[in-house]
């Protein structure tokens, strides 16, 4: 088994947040933070950037990735399934366009883009009970 070591001191981290269901997002940007900071992650070397939903998370990753400035990404969303299907556009364009850029880039992506069925399953997702 190969397994890296979970470190963050000295690195740089670019986390790109969806603010629609910022109700659920906030709470995934809150958990990145922790994980961060927990592993030695510093303040000064984490930028946030929010975009208006999750369409446009690979916009700003490819970006974010070209510019070399970053050690990692983490993208952070919630597409709720609705009675459209538009989620499913959705949930395949962000997930087809982090791969893409995985591999285009080759700067490691945390993919915490939630696709849920409901809120209830969001909420749960994301650290946090509904009652």
């Excluded at 995985?102 to 209830?120: A, C, K």
Aim: glycine share 12%; charged share 25%.
């Amino acid at each position: 088994m190969i397994e890296g070591k979970l470190k963050a001191q000295g690195m740089k981290f670019g986390i790109i947040v969806s603010r629609f269901n910022n109700f659920v997002t906030d709470r995934l940007l809150e958990g990145a933070l922790d994980g961060l900071k927990s592993h030695g992650g510093e303040e000064r070397n984490i930028d946030i950037v929010h975009v208006p939903g999750a369409f446009e998370i690979p916009l700003l990753a490819e970006k974010m990735a070209a510019g070399g400035k970053y050690d990692a990404l983490i993208c952070l969303g919630a597409v709720i399934r609705g009675d459209t299907p538009h989620f499913e556009y959705i949930s395949d364009a962000v997930t087809r366009g982090i791969g893409h850029i995985v591999l285009q880039h080759r700067v490691p992506i945390s993919f915490g883009v939630l696709t849920t069925n409901n809120v209830e399953q969001a909420m749960e997702r994301a650290g946090t009970k509904t009652e």
